[in-house]
């Protein structure tokens, strides 16, 4: 047996370099792994922080990462949207409790803006279940007013009845504003530790008005309809970035997936 022994220590000896490298491989592959693991478990963590008694986030054909990113994290963007009719459609499902759609796209100053209704501070919950409170004022009730995140309001030094101006797009720099249709700040949510804090949020009426004298991503030439006069036209999204969907019974997720699957 000693005889054994020795002979494999000589040979592992002699191919040291090659053992070497296949220990380092299993390290690494193992390292790699728990990582992976790791992150899964914060994004986890993270999405139940962020967003809770929600049982379907809905979008267009897309990885569920990404619809999480853009949908909840307020990261990237849609590559594509759903029409209103779908969500109309969707809110009206005999499984559905409530509905909460969200159109997202543009920004101001580094903060996307997420447009939405009224059911938004109604349904939305984050954490344990718990609902979005206002440190000051109230939800937006008028076209051009806007709910600012805890984070926007204190970066920023927003306070209620200013005016802030929005930007056509994401980022910083060289993007076109909206500085013909300033929004009032009605409102500023508590602190919540979500992305709800960096988040701008306006009413589905108002991104359609802010665009209405827009095509294809730009302003029209000649065109610029002011904003006392955006209530004679129809301020119906026409698509919107997703919809969070709360449901009756929750053992019914299955079956309304399968729905939407098939609707589209």
Not at 10 to 37: C, D, K, Q, V, Y
Not at 63 to 84: C, D, E, K, P, R
């Amino acid at each position: 047996m000693s005889m054994l022994i020795r002979l494999a220590a000589r040979s592992a000896w002699n191919r040291r370099f090659t053992l070497g490298l296949i220990l380092l491989a299993i390290a690494l592959s193992t390292t790699l792994l728990l990582g992976i693991e790791r992150i899964r478990h914060d994004v986890r963590e993270s999405f139940s922080q962020s967003v809770s008694g929600t049982d379907l986030v809905v979008g267009a054909r897309t990885s569920s990462v990404q619809l999480m990113l853009y949908a909840i994290f307020h990261i990237g963007g849609a590559t594509n949207n759903i029409g209103w009719d779908s969500a109309q459609k969707l809110a009206h499902n005999p499984a559905v409790a409530w509905t909460i759609p969200l159109s997202l796209g543009d920004s101001h100053r580094g903060f996307p803006v997420l447009a939405t209704n009224g059911d938004y501070f109604t349904h939305f919950h984050y954490g344990d279940k718990q609902p979005l409170l206002f440190a000051s004022g109230q939800p937006f009730h008028d076209v051009f007013q806007t709910v600012l995140g805890a984070d926007v309001a204190q970066q920023l030094h927003y306070k209620l009845g200013d005016k802030i101006i929005l930007s056509h797009g994401s980022g910083d720099a060289h993007l076109t504003e909206h500085a013909d249709k300033p929004f009032v700040v009605s409102g500023i949510l508590a602190i919540t530790g979500t992305p709800v804090d960096r988040t701008v949020h306006i009413g589905l009426d108002g991104m359609e008005a802010i665009h209405l004298d827009w095509e294809g991503g730009a302003p029209i030439k000649g065109l610029m309809i002011p904003s006392e006069m955006v209530k004679k036209f129809d301020l119906t999204p026409k698509t919107v970035t997703a919809v969070l969907v709360g449901l009756k019974n929750r053992a019914s997720v299955f079956a309304l997936q399968r729905a939407i699957a098939d609707d589209k």
